[in-house]
């Protein structure tokens, strides 16, 4: 499966400010997937990231507030923008596996004070 | 009515048992079936994968599927304290993956 590597590990914000979160792939994929994980619930979806094209939306995520950018088959960042601390959660990036499941970065631990 | 459902938890077995994990799903059309293991603090970790129906074995863990219950389940016979975490079930149709909100295992010693 691939490896992908995230970063920034943590952060913790302060509110109207921005974060990128940026994940890297170790081979070429077509789709990647950006989730949230708020304390204690499972995992949402906020969009699909495509090379080449604009990036997918969840119902309830807005590209505004969640631009993404897919410059490439093994890169793509995910900013939060103009926080507030209901943003304060883990995001993961993740790609499709060779058995159809998910393979995940290892998540960003946001903290919006 | 969640399209993937699983019992919060906490479930606690003692070391050495079978810990028996469930989740239903609402879509009949589902295709593929996960679950993952999520240790605190950590990302998912995919451990099982299973698409046809009837019982798939790999080492310690047995998935189980039953498409006409729409039922899927995760077996951890001989369960040891390093298996205490959060299992997510994951169910996929095309493209589309949806995540329960998995179920809380403890494994006391």
């Known amino acids: 499966s691939a490896v992908i590597s995230q970063k920034p590990s943590r952060d913790i914000c302060q509110r109207g400010t921005s974060l990128t979160i940026q994940c890297q792939v170790d081979s070429q994929v077509t789709m990647m997937f950006w989730y949230r994980q708020q304390p204690g619930q499972s995992l949402t979806l906020i969009a699909t990231?495509?090379?080449?094209?604009?990036?997918?939306?969840e119902s309830g995520f807005v590209i505004d507030k969640f631009p993404i950018s897919r410059p490439n088959l093994t890169f793509s960042t995910l900013t939060v923008s103009n926080m507030s601390p209901e943003d304060s959660s883990i995001y993961l990036c993740?790609?499709?596996?060779?058995?159809?499941?998910?393979?995940f970065g290892s998540g960003t631990r946001l903290t919006v004070v | 009515q969640k399209e993937v459902e699983q019992n919060s938890g906490p479930l606690s077995v003692p070391e050495g048992a079978i810990a028996s994990l469930n989740c239903t799903y609402s879509d009949r059309g589902s295709q593929s079936f996960f679950w993952y293991r999520q240790y605190s603090g950590k990302s998912p970790e995919l451990i099982m994968f299973i698409y046809s129906n009837g019982d798939k074995e790999d080492g310690r863990f047995t998935a189980q599927l039953n498409k006409a219950s729409q039922y899927v389940s995760l077996l951890i016979r001989d369960s040891q304290p390093s298996d205490s975490a959060t299992y997510l079930c994951?169910?996929?149709?095309?493209?589309?993956?949806?995540f329960g909100a998995g179920t809380r295992l403890t494994v006391k010693p």
């Open positions: 990231a495509n090379q080449g094209s604009e990036a997918t939306y």
């Open positions: 994951a169910v996929r149709r095309d493209n589309d993956m949806r």
């Open positions: 993740s790609v499709e596996s060779w058995n159809y499941g998910y393979t």
